[in-house]
């Protein structure tokens, strides 16, 4: 394009010669602004991965214990995001920063919600991101959910958030009930909190509250809106959680279909 542009301006204004001078000059350009847009990439993504594996190692020493769990469940986070060589190694890095007693933690959720222009989408999966940390243990302990809720209102969210996203995988993860048997009482009731609703709630509340959520978290939608590829992965998992908590349901309410 700039090359073309540059061949273009160049032959109007100087004929033969200027159309070869100013196509040079085109390609020039055009080769600085890739290299530009590459190199502000890289500084993205470097941030991005400081400030969420940061605050992930933060939120994982809040109750002063790092579990085998949670290392397993950041290294699964690895995977999911595809971190590989030299990006990995940053991620790791990051969250031994965030472990040591001087770690400022305001400053780096500072600094994702600069990365991110505080879109929303993007915060809420940052969010899921450290949950599914936290949680990898089979419980949340209460110093990490006082974190995660002043992480939660640091970025523009609320408590109201955290406890959905808590709900969500407690609902999600752990032993499945045998075949045709009904949910654990527990594993339901953090089925509806998640969905934002209630054992009370009609049928059509509850699936309008779930095509709802279907839908502000589907990852087309999402990537429309600005969501980096990387975290693709984790859109797609916080909506096969999503249909979980919503089967759940379905099979202890023969009227929700």
């Known amino acids: 394009m700039f090359m073309f542009i540059g061949a273009l ?5 100087g004929g033969f010669s200027g159309l070869v001078i100013g196509g040079l000059l085109g390609y020039f350009a055009g080769f600085a602004v890739r290299q530009f847009i590459v190199g502000s990439l890289r500084v993205a993504q470097s941030s ?36 590989q060589g030299e990006s990995r190694e940053l991620a790791k890095a990051a969250f031994n920063r965030g472990k040591q007693p001087d770690f400022d933690l305001d400053a780096a959720v500072d600094q994702f919600a600069q990365i991110s222009h505080r879109r929303g989408p993007l915060l809420q999966l940052f969010l899921q991101l450290q949950c599914m940390a936290v949680a990898a243990d089979g419980r949340i302990d209460p110093a990490e959910h006082t974190m995660l809720v002043h992480i939660a209102q640091r970025l523009g969210l609320t408590e109201r958030d955290v406890s959905q996203l808590e709900a969500l995988l407690r609902a999600t993860v752990g032993v499945a009930s045998a075949p045709g048997a009904p949910p654990r009482a527990d594993k339901l009731a953090d089925a509806y909190a998640a969905l934002g609703v209630t054992a009370n709630s009609s049928p059509a509340e509850i699936k309008r509250a779930y095509r709802k959520l279907i839908s502000q978290n589907h990852p087309d ?8 590829e990387s975290m693709r992965a984790v859109a797609e998992e916080r909506s096969r959680e999503l ?3 919503y089967d759940l349901i379905k099979s202890a309410r023969p009227d929700v279909k």
């Open 9 to 13: 301006l160049g032959a109007i204004f």
């Open 48 to 83: 991005l991965l400081e400030s969420t594996f940061s605050v992930m190692g933060a939120l994982c020493k809040a109750d002063r214990v790092v579990t085998r769990e949670e290392i397993n469940a950041v290294e699964q986070i690895f995977i999911m995001l595809k971190l």
């Open 221 to 228: 939608k999402l990537a429309s809106r600005g969501l980096p």
């Open 243 to 245: 249909n979980s908590a």
